[in-house]
């Protein structure tokens, strides 16, 4: 069953997108990147319009809601309307009972991580102009959905806590004795992306390892270890506790490097590059030369 068109589609024919952005190398340094001047372009195309939303419904408590199904929406665009302004709409305008999560709406709470087209992206993020119609909205695959676009993150969470994601110092001094602890620039830089993760699940959902092993720690929580163990300021000791616990069975050695994760990621951290890193790490402390 699907939701009643709230207002007519356009009949305009489509342009073709063969001929969108077409302006030349120095027309675009001139604009200031190709990029900017795409996005605007196609802005400017729906302004005035309706975007066409296909989002994904489910209800177990619910009789006549428990299969799943796509309910569609038509709305109205404005300049700079993300999928999560077009669900949030949906929700005010048509249909109260539309489920999802957010809070910040500024990529920073990541609690809006949504598949979009076939791609896990940030709700609040992306732009609705940058999305082929109809924008295909469903939950985050590889995780138990529990009504609409709400996942059960238990798991996630589960498994970033196992990585002990909080820092440890096996030689801080008594409390009226406390000093400052000073990170380098240097070591700062080296982990400065590793701390941009803002736990939204979007990496752990694209993995096709975590999809198939339930307990493998995801690259959400072997990136989070990675910002400690490479904390110049934690102990060797501590480091090798954790190193110990990433070169488990279900560790960083079950990546296989397909870097679906990197992909997906809304903050940019180079999270296979990270677990990479820290097999390297775990060879180097098992190495004798004795």
């Known amino acids: ?18 001929m969108k952005g077409a302006e030349s190398p120095a027309a675009d340094e001139q604009n200031g990147g190709g990029m900017v001047d795409e996005h605007a372009e196609k802005a400017a195309e729906l302004e005035g319009e309706t975007v066409h939303i296909k989002v994904f419904r489910y209800d177990p408590e619910v009789e006549g809601k428990q299969e799943p199904r796509f309910d569609d929406f038509h709305v109205p665009f404005e300049k700079g309307m993300t999928v999560l302004d077009s669900v949030m709409y949906a929700r005010d305008e048509y249909d109260s009972s539309l489920t999802f999560r957010h809070s910040c709406r500024q990529a920073v709470c990541g609690s809006d991580a949504f598949f979009v087209n076939g791609k896990q992206r940030l709700g609040c993020k992306t732009q609705i102009s940058d999305l082929e119609q109809p924008v295909r909205i469903e939950p985050l695959p590889h995780q138990e959905v529990v009504k609409d676009l709400v996942v059960d993150m ?20 008594p409390v009226d004795d406390l000093e400052e602890q000073r990170q380098s620039p240097e070591n700062r830089e080296k982990i400065k992306m590793s701390s941009r993760c803002i736990w939204c699940g979007a990496c752990m959902s694209s993995c096709n390892i975590a999809a198939g092993d ?15 163990a490479m904390d ?59």
């Open 154 to 173: 238990d798991h996630f969470y589960d498994q970033m806590h196992t990585v002990e994601p909080y820092f440890q110092d096996e030689d801080t001094p």
């Open 214 to 228: 339930n307990e493998y720690l995801g690259p959400a929580a072997i990136n989070k270890a990675y910002k400690f």
């Open 1 to 18: 069953m699907s939701t009643q068109q709230a207002e007519p589609e356009s009949q305009e024919a489509p342009e073709d997108p063969a």
């Open 232 to 290: 110049d300021r934690e102990g060797e000791e501590i480091k090798e506790h954790r190193l110990r616990i990433l070169e488990q069975e279900h560790g960083v050695w079950r990546c296989q490097t397909q870097f679906s994760c990197t992909e997906v990621c809304p903050k940019d951290i180079p999270l296979t590059e990270h677990i990479q890193e820290l097999k390297r790490e775990a060879v180097k402390k098992n190495l004798k030369f004795w």
